[in-house]
């Protein structure tokens, strides 16, 4: 089984609509982090967690919002979809204990906003 | 505020050449991390390699090196005998610092891997 799950994988939803993206991990890690990618530019960050009292906003928080549930839970939310949030967003985790702080990705969802 | 530069949007190479992929960075920090992800077509991110700034040693995974010039604020990627699986987007990430955790990421580079 994955470590990091998100679901759904693929979501077509029409703008004004609210929709959530979860992730799931089993690695125990502490961390976690939401990241959107668009073509061409990369990355980039728009929130992330390092506990469940810990909620930090990214490069690009506005028009999203977050909840760290349990450690293993992370939900990112769009509280009214607009086209421009079409993008593949990712949820990743880390361990403050390794040396390196690497992050582990999920599988990413492909979200389209009509 | 760090940035990362990958200035190769597309790169190809022969089966079982090397190729070498650029990225510069910039950071007034001391320390630091550097890695590179690799997005195949699937479109999971996988860690390739990882260097920490204040380790004058290039690390090296396999077929995967890297040349870390600090001073000049380059962190090359070099992939060896490539093989037709390396074929994927590749991205070059900043990190801070431990405690900070967030990734800066470069734009990144197509690589085509051709038989």
């Known amino acids: 089984d994955a470590d990091v799950t998100q679901t759904p994988r693929n979501r077509i939803t029409k703008t004004g609509k609210r929709i959530m993206l979860e992730c799931s991990q089993t690695k125990g890690h502490d961390r976690m982090y939401w990241y959107r990618q668009d073509p061409g530019l990369g990355l980039r960050l728009i929130y992330y967690s390092f506990d469940v009292k810990d909620i930090n906003k990214g490069e690009i928080s506005d028009g999203y919002s977050v909840s760290r549930q349990a450690q293993a839970k992370f939900s990112l939310s769009l509280e009214s979809a607009i086209p421009n949030q079409t993008a593949l967003y990712f949820c990743?985790?880390?361990?403050?204990?390794?040396?390196?702080?690497?992050?582990?990705f999920g599988p990413g969802t492909r979200l389209t906003v009509l | 505020a760090q940035t990362v530069t990958q200035s190769q949007p597309e790169m190809s190479v022969q089966e079982a050449e090397t190729v070498t992929l650029s990225c510069t960075y910039d950071t007034s920090e001391s320390n630091y991390y550097l890695f590179w992800y690799k997005q195949p077509p699937s479109r999971q991110m996988i860690l390739v390699i990882r260097q920490e700034a204040y380790k004058q040693q290039n690390a090296t995974e396999n077929r995967f090196s890297v040349n870390f010039q600090k001073a000049a604020k380059s962190f090359s990627l070099k992939i060896s005998d490539s093989q037709l699986g390396d074929t994927a987007m590749y991205f070059c990430a900043f990190m801070k610092g431990v405690s900070q955790g967030n990734l800066i990421f470069g734009k990144g580079t197509k690589l085509s891997v051709k038989p």
């Open positions: 990743a985790t880390s361990d403050l204990e390794s040396l390196y702080n690497e992050q582990f």
